[in-house]
């Protein structure tokens, strides 16, 4: 995962560069096509990133204790912190902030 996070990062970091050299020479056409190509690899990119963390995580109530994985939309749109995320139970049906645990 921290690799990913790494290219990420990087492509983003030379994609930046790239438009910025083309908006410096005036070449507009060439900036718009690469702000649309980074943009639409980084989604992309993010998706795998989310896709493989949701994959490697599961939480726990601190109300029942109950450990559970949720759905994957409200993992996604779920407040969070580092180490847990605001989820409703499965078990007890209370909404709080889960801790983040390994599956």
């Known amino acids: 995962m921290w690799k990913l996070s790494a290219v990420e990062i990087t492509v983003e970091?030379?994609?930046m560069a790239f438009i910025a050299y083309?908006?410096?020479n005036k070449m507009n056409t060439a900036a718009y096509i690469s702000v649309a190509i980074l943009v639409v690899s980084l989604i992309a990119m993010s998706f795998v990133l989310l896709k493989n963390y949701y994959q490697k995580v599961?939480?726990?109530c601190p109300n029942?204790?109950?450990k559970f994985v949720p759905e994957l939309k409200s993992f996604m749109?779920?407040?969070h912190t580092p180490h847990t995320r605001k989820l409703r139970?499965?078990?007890c049906h209370k909404k709080s902030y889960c801790l983040e645990t390994v599956r």
């Open 13 to 15: 970091l030379v994609g």
């Open 22 to 24: 083309c908006i410096i």
């Open 58 to 60: 599961a939480y726990i």
């Open 64 to 66: 029942c204790d109950y």
């Open 77 to 79: 749109f779920a407040a």
């Open 89 to 91: 139970c499965p078990n």
